[in-house]
């Protein structure tokens, strides 16, 4: 799944923002594996000091903290400029992406029911307060989006900001596929894929309408849907963050190692929607599509399956439009969650969805 050699790495200043679950898990890859030179771990709560002192105690090696509130521009500017990263890895989040399927309420049903995007305002402020900084201060340098970045990447491009690229989703089930289809560990597997088909694939379990199946092509062949339904399949929930930040680990190979090059999968990738087959080399990332797939197509399949994340489109000034049936989700409880969201109206979109299912 990587063609690259360890000795070839250079280890970088690496800066990792929000250290909950998925950070958590994505700090001790990067430290343990040897990707940094320094590592600086960054967040509001105490989580960042305890893991660096942890990392510390475990490896060795150079593992910094420091607290910062990641929406605050003016302070990640300053961090940015303090700490020159070589990369930025962006875990944080307002609202875990699985909290809302553990509330027992009729209005975290319907934003369930209505799609993942009616969550974009908890997954977009960070990633952009950060890209905005970056900007400010001119670093050049890589960031890897941990946050939705299927949808968020797209929105953001749209400002000329988007994220170097996303981790999990595409790459779980290409992961997955990899490791349990018949053939695909020696073949060459390629697969293209949203986000609102994760839960599904991993579970083995036929998309439901209007969701298809993801493009999955194993040395040339693409697959018929019923080959993807492997058994037995993975339970959602908490556990799944291991499997989505042990895929950033080919990215940090592409990333980092300048004399080998990297093929994976991964979302986000040129702010594009969905994910795709990519190919590192140089430091630079570029798509690996199957022969016989145009990248016209391929980009339009995963526009297409944004519905199922309840996303309709994304307008050239980046506002995300939902489908009809997110609307109807949200009708009885707050349409508003469902109306076109604007990048400058995320603030009092997040107020908007806390309240709805009656979170601080």
Known sequence: MTSNIRSTLHPAKILILGIGDVGAHIARLVVEGQYSSTCLLAGQSGAAEQWAQLLQISTGRDVRATRVNGQDIEALRKLF??????????????????????????????????????????????????????????????????????????????????????????????????????????????????????????????????????????NGRKLDDGELLLKPGLRGGLTQNYLAASTIRPILHGLLDRNHATETHAPGVLGLEGGYPVQFADGDVCLRLPDGLSIQEAIAFNKYAAAGDGVDHIGDDGTLFYTKLAQEAMAPWCPELAEPLKLGDLNKRLALLKACIGAN
Request: proline fraction near 9%; charge should be neutral.
């Open 81 to 218: 400029a303090d700490f020159e990263p070589d990369l930025i890895v962006q875990c944080a989040t307002l609202l875990a992406p699985y909290v809302m399927k553990t509330l027992d309420i009729p209005q975290a049903k319907a934003i369930v029911q209505g799609g993942f995007a009616l969550q974009t305002a908890a997954q977009l402020p960070v990633i952009r307060a950060v890209m905005q900084a970056r900007r400010s201060v001119g670093l050049q340098c890589p960031v890897i989006n941990c946050s939705y970045p299927d949808v968020t990447n797209a929105v953001l491009a749209a400002e000329g900001l988007a994220p170097t690229v996303g981790i999990g989703n595409v790459s779980m089930m290409a992961w997955r596929f990899h490791r349990f289809l018949p053939g695909a560990a020696e073949g060459d597997l390629r697969v293209i894929g949203h986000h609102s088909q994760l839960p599904f694939s991993l579970a083995g379990e036929a998309m439901p309408a209007p969701t298809p199946a993801p493009l999955v092509y194993l």
